[in-house]
């Protein structure tokens, strides 16, 4: 049986918010997802928040190339040696310097320090509370829906 996690990560892979806005965080989406699972991670190393089953590809996010997954693979390789502080990524259809974590990816994924996870959410956050949980957590999001 396949489980879906709702994650929200910030698009900042090193910033990860005070104790206090975490707790507020959480107390402000337990009032849209009532009876659900939220946990609130935060680590000392970026890592890779992925989206499980539900990844499919990466393009570059200059010109919309697809990316080979084993150019996209070494490269994550090479950043997991040094623990993903160095995301740095030269694209080799348009040879510009981008980050992974901007990469575009079929369905989104991306890299942070701190992440949100709902399991088993009924719907998506709506707009207009995601701005108010980014003025919460005082930076901007990226949704991440994944399958296990």
């Known amino acids: 049986m396949s489980a879906t996690i709702l994650k929200i990560i910030p698009t900042n892979s090193t910033y990860a918010p005070e104790a206090i806005l ?13 009876n659900k699972q939220i946990e609130i991670d935060t680590t000392d190393a970026i890592q ?32 997991y040696e040094k623990q993903f502080a160095n995301l740095d990524f030269t694209t080799l ?11 575009t990816y079929d369905m989104p994924a991306g890299f942070a320090k701190f992440q949100i996870k709902i399991l088993e959410p009924i719907a998506e956050i709506e707009e207009k509370y995601l701005k108010e949980l980014q003025q919460i957590l005082g930076t901007t ?5 994944a399958r296990y």
Not at 52 to 66: H, K, L, M, R, T
């Open 22 to 34: 975490q707790d507020k965080a959480k107390t402000f989406l337990a009032k849209f997802y009532e």
């Open 141 to 145: 999001l990226r949704i991440i829906w």
């Open 93 to 103: 259809c348009c040879n510009r310097k981008t980050s992974l974590n901007d990469l």
């Open 48 to 79: 890779f928040v992925d989206q499980g089953a539900n990844f499919d590809s990466v393009f570059c996010n200059f010109c919309g190339e697809s990316i080979e997954i084993k150019d996209w693979q070494n490269a994550m390789d090479k950043a």
